[in-house]
Every structure is written in C-alpha cells, then in structure tokens.
C-alpha cells in the first residue's frame, strides 16, 4: 500500500463513526448523497453536514502532509467536495 493511501486511511479512522461511514459511502463506494442518506436512513441535510465536518477535519489534519501536499488527492478532490458543502451548508443555514 502506498504511503499516501495509508495516510489517507488513518486520517479517515480517526473521524467519528458517523463521519467515518459517510466518507466512505461517498468516496469509497461512490455514491450519492441521496444514495447515502437512503442507506443510512438518515436525512440528506445530515449527510451534507457529515461529510462537510469530515472534510473541514480531513482538510485540517491533511493539509500540512508534504506527500498528500504534492498530489491532486487533497488539494483538488477534497477541496473541491469542500466547496461544494459549504456553499451547500451555507445555503442551509
């Protein structure tokens, strides 16, 4: 396994279980977030909220990695899906 997946995974195993699971429904198994929501049986603001608190912790504790610095995996993926859940959290509020 390389170094920047196994980064990634501690990174992920140190969400809450809540966020764990959202994350990995979304990005491991790619689904959507009504998909998400309907598995979990959970509301579709939830899931939203979710994934934007694991984003904002991921984006916090990944950022200052030199490995992951240099790929796409956390400057283009997360900051993107960040993007897009704050703009839709901000939208909730």
Known sequence: MNEEVETVRQAVSR?????QAVVI???YWEL???EIANILDIPLGTVKSRLYLAHKTLRKELEGNEILAKTH??????????????????SLS
């Open 73 to 90: 995996l956390v400057n283009r993926r997360f900051s993107d899906e960040l993007s897009r859940s704050e703009r839709t959290a901000d």
């Open 15 to 19: 969400l809450t279980d809540k966020q």
């Open 32 to 34: 959507s977030y009504a």
């Open 25 to 27: 429904l979304r990005y």
